[in-house]
């Protein structure tokens, strides 16, 4: 196992503990609620967003230890998406890294609630973590990641991907590409921007990751347009088939899978040559882009 897996299998030690130290233990009250972020949490996820997170800061010169913070409340966020995607009266999904979804599990009223707590909570902790941040910093942070979970951002990808089920809008190619930057992209953008905030890199050097981000944004949507055709339920740790059950606006539903992986090889193309121009670690950020486009879940 080399470049990005053997990378993120050495990061998830740390991030879980963070993730432990950061989240309300499952008895403190309301227990419900707490057990049911836990469990959504701690549902074996890969934790690529956190990855993210700490990558960008260390390529930019920052230390570990002080990245695990924002890291962790990025995976917070994250899962929190996961948890209001698997509702009924949005993807309605049973399954969820392959277990029952949190209002399955529990029921929809707490997932709802659970969903909102682990957003909240990923906001304050970003506000406050790492304490040796200076102010300034860590209120960029929650500002950044404030606006790529907004209307502007995935929640507004969101509500576009939900608008164009059964009736595709009247220029589909513009508006699948909008879509996948906002309810995909922005998050792996602003894990980025953390990193690279928190290691005080430059404003060149923070649109260098913006764009990065975007692109990986666009290879992970292509990829798991992809995978929604050719994989199963066992490989994805949910329902496959859903997208063209539901006649979603997707890439394989556009251009068809022979289209869609070309378009996934010219995506990943152009993350390699921004990736060339990051001052280190550039091999491990290539494997992540194979990492992303090669994905089998």
Not at 81 to 109: I, K
Request: with cysteine; charged share 25%; hydrophobic share 45%.
């Amino acid at each position: 196992m080399t470049g990005f897996p053997a990378y993120l299998a050495d990061l998830c030690p740390a991030v879980e503990r963070t993730l432990e130290r950061l989240l309300p233990a499952a008895n403190l009250e309301p227990v419900r609620l707490h057990s049911a972020m836990r469990y959504s949490i701690f549902a074996g996820g890969k934790r690529v967003r956190p990855a993210l997170v700490v990558l960008a800061g260390e390529i930019h010169g920052a230390p570990r230890e002080s990245l695990l913070g924002p890291a962790a409340a990025m995976e917070l966020i994250h899962t929190f998406s996961l948890v209001h995607d698997d509702l009924p009266a949005l993807d309605d999904d049973d399954l969820r890294r392959g277990r029952p979804t949190v209002h399955r599990q529990f029921d929809e009223a707490l997932a709802i609630l659970a969903g909102d707590a682990l957003l909240n909570h990923a906001l304050a902790c970003l506000a406050r973590e790492p304490l040796s941040a200076p102010g300034e910093v860590r209120a960029r942070a929650v500002v950044i990641t404030g606006e790529a979970v907004g209307s502007l951002g995935m929640i507004g990808g969101q509500v576009a991907d939900l608008e164009a089920e059964h009736r595709w809008p009247d220029h589909p190619e513009q508006a699948l590409e909008s879509i996948h930057r906002r309810k995909t992209g922005s998050l792996l953008v602003a894990s980025l921007l953390l990193g690279g905030i928190h290691a005080d890199a430059g404003e060149g050097e923070l649109d260098l990751l913006r764009r990065l981000g975007e692109a990986l944004g666009l290879l992970f949507q292509i990829g798991d347009d992809l995978l929604d055709v050719e994989g199963s339920a066992a490989t994805l740790g949910k329902a496959a088939g859903k997208d063209a059950a539901a006649r979603k606006l997707t890439y394989p539903g556009l251009y068809g899978v022979e289209e869609s992986r070309r378009r996934l090889d010219l995506v990943a193309e152009e993350a390699r040559e921004l990736a060339a121009a990051l001052p280190r670690s550039q091999d491990t950020v290539r494997s992540l882009i194979r990492y992303l486009g090669e994905r089998e879940s």
